[in-house]
């Protein structure tokens, strides 16, 4: 099965078919591992630095800054 890489800025393009995740900031790793488990509220909280809510629709994620 071919490999894919595909770099974003933004929650709502992460597509349900990406089986992982990696998490970056400031150039560093912040967690990595199965996408369901890696994008989670906790976790994204950290990234921004702000209270998320998250969920997914129709298998799209999407994000709501608190």
Do not use: N
Not at 4 to 16: C, F, G, N, P
Not at 22 to 43: H, N
């Amino acid at each position: 099965m071919p490999a894919l890489i595909y770099v974003t800025h933004h929650i709502e393009e992460i597509l349900s078919l990406f089986g992982k995740t990696l998490i970056q900031r400031e150039g560093r790793m912040l967690y990595t591992g199965r996408t369901r488990q890696v994008l989670k509220p906790q976790v994204l909280d950290e990234l921004y630095g702000a209270s998320i809510f998250f969920g997914s629709e129709k298998r799209r994620y999407w994000l709501v800054v608190r």
